[in-house]
């Protein structure tokens, strides 16, 4: 059973930061991709950043230069540091994995994260 287990998130103001973690027990994470989604209220499922599982992280125009995901191997975890948040970035944080041949996408539960003006 693949499972992902999110943690972090939030209340916070304009222009203060939150640390977002994805933890991925019991697989051979650091063959794994990560990928995480944001939805905001009313709004579609967006795309965010792609942690992948060697080289450098990919992010989404919104968010280059503000947020940072890195992974932690050791403790088959990802993480999303985000900073400078704004108002807009408010919105319900998922991560995801695609697992298997042919592949299928696993989401974590979602975590919170708003941000105040």
């Known amino acids: 059973q693949v499972q992902l287990v999110q943690s972090g998130g939030g209340l916070v103001h304009r222009g203060g930061s939150l640390r977002l973690s994805c933890a991925f027990p019991?697989?051979?994470?650091?063959?794994?991709?990560l990928v995480w989604f944001r939805q905001a209220p009313g709004k579609q499922r967006e795309w965010v950043a792609t942690i992948p599982s060697g080289g450098s992280t990919v992010y989404a125009d919104s968010v280059k230069g503000r947020f940072t995901g890195s992974r932690d191997n050791a403790k088959n975890t990802v993480y999303l540091q985000m900073n400078s948040l704004k108002p807009e970035d408010t919105a319900v944080y998922y991560c995801?994995?695609?697992?298997?041949?042919?592949?299928?996408?696993?989401w974590g539960q979602g975590t919170q994260v708003t941000v105040s003006s």
């Open positions: 995801a994995v695609i697992v298997g041949n042919p592949g299928r996408r696993y």
């Open positions: 019991g697989r051979t994470f650091s063959t794994y991709a």
